[in-house]
């Protein structure tokens, strides 16, 4: 089980970066601090589809056929939102949350690509890509050491 009380800390201590088109995930929590267990599994299901979207777009898109990073974050997102709304089935759950991560993952993409056009960067990732790749192993490093304890 994931330590709550310890991922908010560092999501919340985590120093910001700035970012262009599309709000870092460090931006969008400094400026989102939760007030509420309520308001607490809003951040947590934002930040696991967003996290579950980039990570799919940085390996190439999702292999159904491995289980990977980004489907940890997606597992998460729906236990999640099985906490916050007991009384959705399933099937909507899970259309929820897939749904949910597509469109993150489709602002990731063009901005990736728009990216790629606008520079002639030998980098692969913008600055706000690498920012919010960085918050995801953050989540995942705390995730991994808690299951650890």
């Known amino acids: 089980m994931i330590n ?18 599309i709000e870092s995930l460090y931006d969008y929590f400094d400026k989102n601090p939760y007030a509420s267990n309520e308001s607490e599994l809003d951040l947590f299901v934002y930040s696991s589809d967003k996290c579950s979207a980039i990570t799919f777009l940085s390996i190439g898109g999702d292999n159904p056929e491995v289980e990977d990073v980004g489907d940890m974050f997606m597992n998460q997102s729906y236990s999640i939102r099985k906490i916050k709304s007991p009384n959705v089935d399933m099937d909507t759950r899970w259309r ?8 993150y993952f489709k602002q990731y993409e063009a901005h990736f690509l728009d990216f790629r056009n606008r520079t002639q960067s030998e980098e692969l990732f913008s600055e706000l890509m690498k920012s919010d790749l960085k918050f995801c192993l953050e989540i995942l490093t705390a995730m991994t050491t808690s299951q650890e304890e």
């Open 4 to 21: 709550m009380k310890k991922l908010i800390a560092l999501l919340l201590l985590s120093p910001l970066v700035a970012s262009g088109e």
């Open 96 to 103: 929820n949350t897939q749904d949910s991560i597509q469109t």
